[in-house]
């Protein structure tokens, strides 16, 4: 029971070339051909996607014919978030995505011999505005990576027993807030909340003390089962679109004083940030890999085979205002405990019905080795093992001013593609709070 | 610093009479006006309102131009939700809750004496089918039963000290699952799952054995602040819509497993039922009461001073498949340690956008003594005292076939009004599970 048969499709072929050029470390190669949705510079809403720094303004590429042949609604890119597109399912995606890479083939002169369209087709990345992809539906975040729950449970429980009894059974994850989704580049202001500072009997109220990011990935689903169904694991490749970086900011010291008995809250939502080019499963095909062996054994409806992990580097760098930006964790996907499918699988288990545009977010991806850590909260030991920055400061946890950057990309000895960035600044707290 | 100001709503004078027939033990007379959804025996689609077991189609009503003077778009009734009307604000909701009343005031003839417009406009309770009144944007379910807490800590913590140092300083809340709010009427399938039996080591997947309901409220609000922005407690109240009843289905056994440490999610996300008519914070002014007094006194931020909360007279019933129901909770809304102000004030202190038709549920409503409590894990205290249903047969949780109806209704010496039924039946886990 693969989970999904490696379907040959040809938009991921590597030795394809376009038109557009593309610098070898760009992460928007012609085998990548993410979705997102921008504001061209003649404030046209649009969904589009892109070629090296080139975005191609998808809805005038339908308008001016040339997905003839293609089954798609007139207004189908006309939109301002990309949700009826995903509904419409695999087919749809990959036939658009198809006939994408034909287009800006090098060889194909039918659009880049016409200058008159490629002015009303192609915006240099500098002259549009990325928008939020989709408007979320529900908002799961998984804890699927055994380091990182490992970490989190040296930290705050036990370090001779840091996992709880049912991680290795179950993929452990909680209902997240979808309103404070928002675009990478929008400003995190620093919540306030409660918080009870340790030894100490006081309970205040004011901006979080210690503000963190957490480097995630998230999947984005179309609608899948009807309510009371489940959802096979060999069929759930089906019902997943793409995936995105996703940053799950987070208050330590609210987190703390709120989470018992039902998990996270406040301190998680006033804002999660995602990447503006939803890369889609597709395009990631070539860089699955093996998980790592999972003992003891699922159970029936979790079970897997085949490569169903993905290879995919990621970085975090914080850069203070006005100063150099420094790595503060390199680690990879490729080590998360529980797969995409497995998340989802879980998800739909008790017949809960998956819908389009909801995000499923990884959880924390860290790594094994310390330098491969996806929160401050871990990299620096929970404030005990400050970092330095470039210019010489120390960090905890965030200052406001810094901005947080994830960067994500594949590669294997053809190609290169990626995420780009999501990145967001820390603001300081809204005055009077 | 009151929360607000118990204005002078026409609507409700309790002296109003209607020209439609209502009983003395309706919980829809003139001084309701509750806002909801249906499909007539046309097939048309309408938002609507009911007085006694008359439904009203606020559409036809609008297009025959009873809403004349008010500011209203031609479409704002010809949806199928109630979200554009929401959105519109408080002084839309007032202004169409006041005409509605006057329009059908036994002494305005408008209406009353026009046979043809009657028969365009009203239909009989038999005769229309109701809807989900709103498309849920993001769903919380607070926790803010003292009682219900506490039972809940005894029997799975410790009876000595079963509230968690937090409780009386902070509403708990967790995010909850949106996809699966479903209206009353709506089948409840058992959700499979994995479980770990007491005292076995084997985890197991399949139908939970112990289903729950959780009796609730819940409330539901009109978009309010930006994004990094809070809500002034005193400020909360313009940004209730209305009230209905929830059912908070719960797989006891699955929640127990997984809720370690990220708090409730697939013990509680196959399905959460609400009642199919809003009633409006307006028709519920005259039920105000003194919360329990509050010890530790709140920060500031959660601090409120008048009648904050709700004199709602709760039931839960259930009632076996063909057979007599029997009532198993009867308490009130009244006893909630946090009202629904701090529950919103909490929700938005950390800068978390408050949305237009998201939904705060209010944890199980549990009362002081036994018989008022809201859930069968405390009523029958985690299966240790079954109780009888009428036929005889012995209830720990609940069987495949059990319908539980939740009922609620306001009264004082002038007036009754109420929130109808939420019913769900029980139906056997789908084959193959």
Not at 110 to 121: A, F, S, T, V
Not at 374 to 386: C, D, V, Y
């Amino acid at each position: 029971m693969s989970n999904s048969p490696i379907v040959k499709i040809s938009a991921n072929d590597p030795k394809r070339k376009s038109w557009i050029k593309v610098n070898s470390y760009s992460d928007f190669p012609i085998q990548n051909i993410p979705f997102g949705v921008f504001i061209t510079k003649h404030d046209v809403i649009t969904i589009g996607t892109r070629i090296g720094k080139t975005c191609i303004d998808l809805a005038a590429l339908h308008q001016l014919g040339y997905f003839e042949g293609v089954p798609l609604t007139e207004d189908i890119f006309m939109q301002d978030n990309l949700n009826d597109f995903i509904d419409d399912g695999r087919k749809t995606w990959r036939a658009v995505r198809n006939r994408i890479a034909e287009i800006f083939d090098e060889n194909n002169p039918i659009l880049r011999d016409n200058e008159k369209h490629r002015e009303e087709i192609l915006f240099d990345e500098k002259d549009i505005e990325m928008l939020m992809p989709i408007s979320v539906n529900d908002y799961t975040d998984f804890y699927s990576s055994k380091e990182h729950a490992t970490n989190v449970g040296s930290i705050f429980r036990d370090p001779e027993n840091p996992l709880l009894p049912n991680y290795l059974h179950i993929p452990i994850g909680y209902h997240g807030r979808s309103s404070s989704i928002v675009i990478s580049g929008t400003g995190i202001r620093r919540p306030a909340g409660q918080r009870k500072t340790n030894g100490k009997k006081e309970i205040t109220f004011g901006p979080t003390k210690s503000m963190d990011f957490e480097l995630e990935m998230a999947f984005i689903t179309t609608g899948a089962n009807k309510l009371g169904n489940t959802i096979p694991i060999g069929e759930t490749d089906q019902y997943i679109f793409g995936m995105v970086l996703l940053n799950d900011w987070s208050a330590r010291d609210i987190q703390a004083w709120e989470y018992a008995p039902l998990g996270p809250f406040l301190g998680k939502s006033f804002a999660t940030s995602i990447s503006p080019w939803i890369v889609t499963m597709d395009a990631l095909q070539p860089f699955r890999v093996d998980g790592p062996e999972q003992d003891p054994k699922p159970l029936p409806y979790l079970r897997q085979t085949g490569k169903n992990n993905y290879d995919i580097n990621l970085s975090a760098s914080i850069k203070p205002k006005g100063k150099q930006e420094a790595v503060v964790c390199e680690t990879n996907l490729k080590h998360m405990y529980w797969s995409v499918y497995q998340q989802l699988a879980h998800q739909a288990s008790n017949g809960c019905n998956i819908c389009t545009a909801d995000i499923y977010g990884s959880g924390t991806i860290s790594g094994p080795e310390k330098g491969s850590f996806g929160s401050m909260l871990e990299i620096t030991w929970n404030g005990k093992e400050p970092i330095k920055m470039k210019d010489g400061t120390d960090r905890k946890f965030l200052k406001n001013g810094d901005t947080v950057i994830l960067r994500g990309y594949c590669k294997n000895d053809k190609i290169r593609l990626g995420f780009g960035e999501c990145r967001g600044i820390i603001k300081k707290t809204k005055e009077g709070i």
